[in-house]
């Protein structure tokens, strides 16, 4: 065979296989893109499932809680209504208290103590009956009106007992006198309270 012959021979050789190595390389790269844009795919998949998994959650739960407020922004209205109906209720029953303090102071009349006491008693009662939506402080300065008006009630009831049933003497006098001043130092204390109460009511309802 001549030179020439070998020679082509092994031209082809290289050639059969340099055009194979391209084939094969021409595959991997194909196979590569394909594997690649698979788990590209799959990748942007998984991570659109998880985002609209991860909005919908987040819809509820802003849903959830929009829910919550309104129920709350209702029950806040109810009880803001329910306590300013009663604020306004509490507020006659305690001027006819005081009403009814200030005859007594006015004119010491027998008759007049027991209707007093039975007026303390049920404004202590309608404080009572509400306590639920009266303000811890508000119910405070109530309850220490009504131990005024009740002291005020025990000194006229013990001023009407001494002139009634105590002869005059200089010791009868005295007490009296005692009581009077110790009367007049209660009156003066539920008069402020009772103002207090009402600006406190006022400013309550204002909100």
């Not at 590209?40 to 609209?52: F, G, V």
């Not at 006229?156 to 007490?175: A, F, G, H, M």
């Not at 001043?181 to 207090?196: A, F, G, S, V």
């Amino acid at each position: 065979m001549a030179l020439i012959e070998y020679v082509k021979l092994a031209t082809a050789f290289f050639v059969s296989v340099g055009g194979a190595g391209v084939v094969i390389l021409g595959l991997a790269k194909w196979f590569g893109g394909f594997l690649s844009n698979r788990l590209l795919d799959s990748y942007n998949n998984k991570h659109e499932t998880e985002l609209e998994s991860l909005k919908n959650k987040y819809a509820n739960e802003l849903e959830k809680t929009k829910n919550e407020l309104e129920k709350a922004k209702l029950q806040f209205v109810r009880y803001s209504e329910k306590q300013f109906e009663l604020y306004n209720d509490l507020w006659r029953v305690l001027l006819l208290t005081k009403q009814q303090a200030d005859m007594l102071w006015q004119q010491e009349e027998p008759s007049q103590v027991p209707s007093f006491s039975e007026q303390i008693r049920l404004t202590r009662n309608a404080i009572n009956n509400n306590l639920l939506l009266i303000e811890e402080e508000h119910y405070d300065k109530l309850i220490l009106l009504i131990e005024q008006f009740e002291q005020f009630q025990f000194g006229k009831s013990k001023l009407i007992d001494i002139r009634t049933n105590s002869q005059e003497s200089s010791i009868t006098k005295s007490e009296a006198q005692n009581t009077i001043r110790k009367n007049k130092k209660t009156k003066e204390t539920y008069d402020k309270l009772i103002l207090d109460i009402g600006k406190s009511f006022r400013n309550q309802i204002k909100g």
